[in-house]
């Protein structure tokens, strides 16, 4: 495991548990972090800014009891969406300096000014990419690190296969690489790592976790999911997605007409249309891993042995 950032030692394993809308939270997020991986959650979650700063003083305040406990938690890390579209951008960007966040995802647009900010206060940018273009606009505007956003990644996702898109950015520049897209077990991790990968975004796994925010029928849906389940479309809001299937035909959408529809014409059609939006289900590749609801916690201590024997069998298999 190379990690080129100070909070390697922290780490047991390389993963991100990956920011996920109207799941990820600040339990979910601290107990990742005490397992010893990164935990995260996206500032837009919450309704309105001052929810955000709620969520972060919670998770600060976890962390420093199980610093006080004499535990080494990994570091925390949140999800800031820097598209000058975002209208919550300036405040929420405002909270993140003032807790100095230490490790900031940002997306959809990669603005200097925002990863000076963050620098100054010691924070580390990683920035969401999918293609080489995307990496080398991100690394002109100071982010630390590129997380590739392959074909097979939950909800919106890139549409190029994970080995190709690892190979084009490495091309461009040498930043450190988190791979996102399908992966889902520990020997997913080091796989990555053996691909040039410094580290791993994971989400679906944890989307059925008992600290997520998932409904219950969600959670409990994903045990019985297959990667054939998972449908790609632009279709809801003009970006490509990976949606979970049976919650788009539960909603009503027929599968076919919805692989033929323009880009974003559903959510930008009748307010009918964008409730039903509201109970469609995303999920990735991995989903098949995903066999009950466990602890975040449990979750993560499974995939860091799976990781460690994974490494202990390929090292003695070239030994």
């Excluded at 944890?206 to 219950?216: D, G, Q, R, V």
């Excluded at 009918?272 to 066999?291: C, E, M, N, V």
Aim: proline share 5%; hydrophobic share 45%; with cysteine.
């Amino acid at each position: 495991m190379s990690i080129p950032f100070p909070f390697a030692d922290r780490l047991k394993m390389p993963l991100i548990v990956a920011p996920m809308f109207l799941v990820s939270n600040p339990k979910m997020a601290v107990a990742a972090c005490r397992a010893g991986v990164i935990g995260s959650y996206p500032a837009h979650s919450t309704r309105t800014k001052e929810v955000y700063e709620e969520w972060l003083y919670e998770s600060e305040e976890a962390l420093a009891v199980s610093e006080n406990n004499g535990e080494k938690p990994a570091p925390l890390a949140v999800n800031l969406v820097v598209h000058s579209s975002n209208a919550r951008m300036e405040g929420d960007l405002e909270i993140t300096i003032r807790h100095k966040v230490p490790i900031v995802l940002t997306s959809k647009g990669a603005p200097e000014e925002v990863f000076k900010e963050i620098h100054n206060y010691g924070g580390v940018t990683m920035h969401d990419v999918a293609s080489a273009r995307h990496a080398e606009k991100a690394v002109a505007a100071g982010a630390d690190a590129l997380i590739a956003v392959a074909g097979g990644a939950g909800g919106h996702c890139g549409t190029i296969n994970p080995f190709a898109l690892v190979n084009e950015i490495r091309q461009v520049t040498d930043k450190p690489i988190i791979l996102a897209g399908g992966m889902s077990s520990g020997q997913d991790v080091l796989a990555a790592e053996a691909m040039g990968a410094s580290m791993v975004y994971m989400g679906t796994r944890f989307i059925a976790t008992e600290e997520s925010l998932a409904p219950s029928d969600y959670r409990d849906s994903l045990i019985e999911g297959k990667a054939t389940d998972i449908f790609l479309s632009a279709a809801l809001d003009g970006a490509p997605a990976n949606w979970y299937a049976p919650s788009l035909v539960k909603a009503g959408i027929d599968l076919e007409e919805l692989a033929m529809t323009k880009p974003g014409a559903i959510v930008t059609s009748s307010g009918q249309s964008k409730q039903r939006y509201k109970a469609i289900w995303s999920a990735g590749h991995g989903i098949g891993a995903t066999k009950s609801v466990q602890k975040t916690a449990d979750l993560c201590e499974q995939l860091i042995l799976e990781y460690e024997q994974a490494r202990t069998q390929f090292v003695g298999s070239i030994a």
